[in-house]
């Protein structure tokens, strides 16, 4: 690489880097959106379910059991639904960081490109990419293996 497109390849690097922030940003919104709209169509299912135990009662004690009977089922429902929530937020939490991972790993593998060994910069970004490399390796050893 010679200086004079230095400046270009840098500006390639960043503006790719920035757009895939952004497609994971937006597809991060994605899931959440489809997570919320999924525990919103099981509560209107189960809202509707109520209504119609209401409207099937025949007599007067099934009518005022209806209430306490209603709670507990709500309430062993929600509990179920937080913890398929966090299921969900842990996988959209690591699907986003991988994201995240690997477009900073190819934003420094194309600003290290760019710098190349024939420039002026190549040390000023030695000392980060040490520390990239170091942390990288970690990051892959700690790293659960499989779903």
Known sequence: MT?????????KANAELQLRLTRLLQESSHQWLDSVK???SQGIAETSAEIEGVLRSANWQALASLPTEAFWRQFQG?????????QVAIKNQAAFTSGLHQAIESWHK?????????????????????????T???????APKGD
Not at 4 to 9: G, I
Not at 78 to 86: E, K, S
Not at 136 to 142: G, P, V
């Open 3 to 11: 200086t004079e497109t230095l400046p270009l390849n840098l500006l």
């Open 110 to 134: 194309a600003v290290s490109s760019a710098l190349g060994s024939d420039t002026p910069f190549a040390d000023v970004f030695k000392q980060w990419n040490a520390l990239w490399s170091q």
């Open 78 to 86: 929600r509990v179920a639904h937080v913890q398929t929530f966090q």
């Open 136 to 142: 990288t390796e970690a990051t892959q050893r700690k």
């Open 38 to 40: 999924e525990a919103s």
